[in-house]
């Protein structure tokens, strides 16, 4: 199993970047979220997306702001984050599902290996 995060960067507040996460080693068809970490602070859950991509959950702190959407046949999630501020600055995981629960951080082994996003003017 193998997740590879791409697209962060340093962006200015207001501005947008869109992340990936190619998957491979196993068949993607599964329930897949967006993990964060910030310094200093524990892991939090940013997303969350279907196997089929139809049912999109987000935490308060995103919503209206960040998208979450997934190309199966290719096996890649994306996560297109629009109007950033500096407390978006984190190192930006895409993960595995792990139990049934929507908006909970999945350990640590089911998640990429991350992309830094830092927003900053």
């Known amino acids: 199993v193998r997740l590879v995060e791409s697209g962060g960067g340093l962006v200015q507040p207001g501005g947008s970047l869109r992340l990936s996460c190619a998957a491979s080693?196993?068949?993607?068809?599964?329930?897949m979220k967006w993990i964060r970490q910030s310094p200093g602070k524990g892991p939090e859950w940013v997303s969350t997306?279907?196997?089929?991509?139809?049912?999109?959950y987000y935490a308060d702190s995103v919503d209206n702001r960040f998208t979450v959407s997934r190309n199966n046949a290719g096996k890649i999630l994306y996560l297109q984050m629009n109007s950033l501020k500096p407390e978006d600055t984190a190192v930006y995981y895409c993960?595995?599902?792990?139990?049934?629960?929507?908006?909970?951080?999945?350990?640590?082994?089911?998640w990429g290996q991350g992309t830094q996003v830092t927003v900053s003017s």
């Open positions: 993960s595995r599902q792990y139990g049934s629960s929507v908006d909970t951080v999945p350990p640590s082994q089911y």
């Open positions: 080693g196993f068949p993607f068809t599964e329930v």
């Open positions: 997306i279907s196997a089929d991509g139809r049912y999109v």
